[in-house]
């Protein structure tokens, strides 16, 4: 079974400028995960998708932060403008469901470094 | 507000011996689940043990098991025997709320020794 695939793996980017990150869930898993890891932190969640719809983006910076997951497969989430303190590794995991307990599967990460 | 804290930012242990890696979480929810996730150089998180709140047996898998401590909101991580390949970030994490989303602490980086 495919994991979750994430790409690029790293990306290096200006101040000002955009990027965007893309997210291919395990086949099936309705649920879908973004976090940000900033270093020496535990992942953060910023968004979290259920189908193509979201259930969660309390922690979304709304401001320049974007995320989609058209047709409920795959996910994109974009930066615009990006800052200095989005420097971290953003991270996509998937699950089945939205059960108590589901094990959540994550992908390799991305690596975003902004100077 | 839900939170979970490791108090140990790293750790060392020899090949083969035994460690155990700490873990405190804050919540008022009586049901939910935590667990423990692997995090090598290579980023991808890999779960390593996970237990359910209600359940009074302690999780194990293989050489992994965790002491859990309802009362005292605790959650430890115990690796037997470990092996050189068991060095890497390790994340307490709870699941709660209705879409049981994943808080995680700020992570312990295991060191193994040959």
């Known amino acids: 079974e495919a994991g979750v695939a994430q790409s690029p793996r790293y990306k290096i980017i200006e101040k000002r400028q955009s990027v965007a990150f893309w997210c291919n869930p395990i086949?099936?898993?309705?649920?879908l995960y973004w976090y940000q890891q900033i270093l020496g932190q535990g992942p953060k969640l910023l968004i979290q998708?259920?189908?193509?719809?979201?259930?969660?983006d309390s922690q979304l910076p709304k401001d320049r932060f974007s995320a989609e997951r058209l047709k409920g497969v795959d996910s994109t989430l974009k930066i615009q403008p990006a800052k200095l303190e989005d420097s971290a590794v953003y991270l996509c995991a998937s699950s089945s469901g939205l059960a108590r307990g589901n094990i959540q599967y994550f992908g390799a990460g991305t690596r975003l470094s902004v100077l | 507000a839900q939170t979970v804290t490791q108090s140990q930012p790293e750790m060392s242990v020899q090949e083969a011996e035994t460690v155990t890696l700490s873990c405190t979480y804050d919540?008022?929810?009586?049901?939910?689940?935590l667990f423990w996730y692997k995090q090598p150089p290579s980023r991808q998180m890999i779960l390593v043990i996970r237990?359910?709140?209600?359940?009074?047996q302690n999780a194990t898998e293989n050489r992994f098991s965790v002491n859990f401590q309802k009362a005292a909101k605790s959650f430890s991580l115990k690796i037997s025997d470990s092996q050189l390949g068991d060095a890497a970030m390790y994340f307490c994490?709870?699941?709660?709320?209705?879409?049981?989303?994943?808080?995680f602490g700020k992570g312990t980086l295991l060191t193994v020794n040959p």
């Open positions: 998708f259920q189908n193509n719809g979201v259930v969660d």
């Open positions: 994490a709870y699941s709660w709320g209705s879409n049981y989303k994943l808080t």
């Open positions: 086949s099936g898993h309705a649920t």
């Open positions: 919540t008022s929810e009586s049901d939910y689940y």
């Open positions: 237990q359910e709140a209600y359940k009074q």
